[in-house]
């Protein structure tokens, strides 16, 4: 089982960068696949990016793909996103999930933290 904690959400203009992190509690973090997900009021959750066990393959949502970059640090139990020329329409709650499988979908997630909200301002 894996305990995930989202922080480093705020308020920022667009073109901004900010970065997410995400602390996990559990022996056995490195056998999980991580992701991020997001949800903007009103919206369903969405895929954001995921990461695999080791680090050796990513997959990003099409909306955030050369913007974003997803990494995590096995020995730190730590999964971070990095965000780069943000738009208004990164405005959402951004949660950390994690799971034994590859997947981008929310239903495949057995684990997610409680998020941490991202403001973008034109």
């Known amino acids: 089982q894996v305990q995930l904690v989202e922080s480093g959400g705020g308020s920022v203009q667009a073109g901004d960068s900010l970065r997410l992190s995400c602390a996990a509690s559990?022996?056995?973090?490195?056998?999980?696949?991580l992701a991020w997900f997001r949800q903007a009021p009103g919206k369903e959750r969405e895929f954001v990016a995921v990461?695999?066990?080791?680090?050796?393959?990513?997959n990003y949502a099409d909306s955030v793909k050369g913007r974003f970059t997803i990494s995590r640090d096995n020995t730190k139990k730590m999964v971070s996103l990095q965000m780069n020329s943000l738009k208004p329409e990164d405005t959402a709650v951004y949660y950390c999930a994690a799971n034994h499988q590859l997947s981008s979908s929310p239903s495949g997630m057995d684990y997610w933290g409680k998020g941490t909200l991202v403001t973008v301002s034109s």
């Open positions: 990461i695999s066990w080791t680090g050796g393959t990513t």
């Open positions: 559990g022996r056995t973090f490195s056998m999980y696949v």
